[in-house]
């Protein structure tokens, strides 16, 4: 059997600008890669060989110029199939520190119905104990539990979304981004499968605005405006 290889390139992916979960802005923003140790190698098995690609990196936001560490990898026995035929490998990437870490519910969620605000509160615990498969599970079960509650109709979730559209609770554009957030729970409830930092959050960001649009926003609305 060969003997495994591995080869280091200074600086390869330094001077890239990447979309990255922001600490300081709370949000994902661009990040500038300032210095990177880049390694590339092959391990072999009884099964063949597997090659792999890994990125130490120093980053940098581009707002806040807060300075971070992201381990970028990937593997040729992990990709995704995307249309005719081809591939997409998969990124596994871990930020120093973490960027789940910390987060908190929006104000104001004693407004929100009891279920509501429990799989919301279960859902960021989830996130801040980078429990990525389980928070993709808990941001499906919160846009499905808000269909319940405003009593969409429907036989399905994708047709409970379009309801919210007709009843006038949710834009046309909101109702394509859950669709996609659907998705996305879809996939980690039934191939176990985690998604990106970046994914989860920009999912969790869209709830928390129909968390306030839905629920907190009028309730303050009726009382300012009578």
């Known amino acids: 059997m060969p003997k495994p290889t591995q080869t280091l390139g200074m600086n390869e992916t330094a001077g890239a600008v990447i979309d990255v979960p922001c600490a300081e802005c709370k949000r994902t923003t661009k990040h500038k890669i300032l210095a990177?140790?880049?390694f590339e190698g092959q391990d072999y098995y009884d099964a063949g060989g597997v090659e792999y690609q890994v990125h130490h990196q120093i980053i940098q936001?581009?707002?806040?110029?807060t300075i971070s560490f992201r381990l970028a990898s990937t593997n040729s026995e992990d990709f995704e199939h995307i249309d005719d035929g081809n591939i997409e490998y998969v990124e596994a990437v871990t930020l120093y520190p973490s960027?789940?870490?910390g987060r908190t519910p929006v104000k104001d969620t004693h407004l929100l119905p009891a279920t509501v605000q429990r799989i919301y509160e279960e859902t960021i615990k989830a996130l801040n104990n980078e429990q990525p498969v389980l928070a993709g599970i808990g941001i499906r079960a919160l846009v499905e539990t808000i269909c319940k509650d405003k009593k969409a109709a429907g036989s399905d979730l994708a047709s409970k979304i379009n309801a919210l559209v007709t009843m006038g609770v949710l834009t046309a554009d909101g109702a394509t981004i859950l669709h996609k957030i659907r998705t996305l729970g879809?996939?980690?409830?039934h191939e176990v499968k985690p998604h990106k930092a970046a994914q989860l959050f920009l999912a969790l960001d869209v709830c928390e605005h129909l968390l306030q649009g839905v629920y907190v926003l009028p309730h303050y609305a009726g009382q300012i405006f009578n």
């Open 36 to 38: 990177s140790a880049d």
């Open 61 to 65: 936001c581009q707002g806040c110029e």
């Open 99 to 101: 960027r789940n870490e």
């Open 186 to 189: 879809n996939v980690a409830a």
